[in-house]
T-cell receptor, first 116, second 113 residues
Framework: GAGVSQSPRYKVAKRGQDVALRCDPI?????LFWYQQALGQGPEFLTY????????KSGLPSDRFFAERPEGSVSTLKIQRTQQEDSAVYLC??????????????FGSGTRLTVV | KQEVTQIPAALSVPEGENLVLNCSFT??????LQWFRQDPGKGLTSLLL?????REQTSGRLNASLDKSSGRSTLYIAASQPGDSATYLC????????????FGRGTSLIVHP
């Protein structure tokens, strides 16, 4: 597609509920990133995929967070047993090549998650 | 761990002023540097990318520079307009690691008529 698409745009979850957030990167992009952005803060890195391989998941805040990209295109970020502190905007970005090459990053519009 | 600081945190100026937004890094081994704009409730829009071999980039009224020796980048906005009102974020990737970009907290800019 022309850009990075994220769905749903908004999600309200009851505490304890599981949620799944979807990211469709630009077609052919090798690198895919997930970031979490709390209100008034900059994006914080969660995890990075190079094609279908999850090369870095050091930013995932707990084992309740899980991400996958099984065919090297669409990615899903899953949060189990949501807590109020999970409320944030979840941003997905993609890049044409591996991170060590000098290509920029294109971001989606994000999914705003509110846990009540 | 790379830390990114953006100064000022907020800025309110009258239309027409020339502006300088600052971004500094604790690890000066910057590989590339990207400036983004974020409108309220929206995602990030890329403004300028400075690659590892470059020192600055220009697009219209925007100019971004990168000084690796001091670990600093500057975004210059000429003749500011109300439509420039947004949050401006910088993100840098560090050489030798995973090259994953680290963001600052942003500068919130308001340009009033």
């Amino acid at each position: 597609g022309a850009g990075v698409s994220q769905s749903p745009r908004y999600k309200v979850a009851k505490r304890g509920q599981d949620v799944a957030l979807r990211c469709d990167p630009i077609s052919g992009h090798v690198s895919l990133f997930w970031y979490q952005q709390a209100l008034g803060q900059g994006p914080e890195f969660l995890t990075y995929f190079q094609n279908e391989a999850q090369l870095d998941k050091s930013g995932l805040p707990s084992d309740r967070f899980f991400a996958e990209r099984p065919e090297g295109s669409v990615s899903t970020l899953k949060i189990q047993r949501t807590q109020q502190e999970d409320s944030a905007v979840y941003l997905c970005a993609s890049s044409l090549e591996e991170t060590r090459f000098n290509y920029g990053y294109t971001f989606g519009s994000g999914t705003r998650l509110t846990v009540v | 761990k790379q830390e990114v600081t953006q100064i000022p945190a907020a800025l309110s100026v009258p239309e027409g002023e020339n502006l300088v937004l600052n971004c500094s890094f604790t690890d000066s081994a910057i590989y590339n540097l990207q400036w983004f704009r974020q409108d309220p409730g929206k995602g990030l829009t890329s403004l300028l990318l400075i690659q590892s071999s470059q020192r600055e980039q220009t697009s219209g009224r925007l100019n971004a520079s990168l000084d690796k020796s001091s670990g600093r980048s500057t975004l210059y906005i000429a003749a500011s307009q109300p439509g420039d009102s947004a949050t401006y974020l910088c993100a840098g990737s560090v050489s030798g690691g995973s090259y994953i970009p680290t963001f600052g907290r942003g500068t919130s800019l308001i340009v009033h008529p």
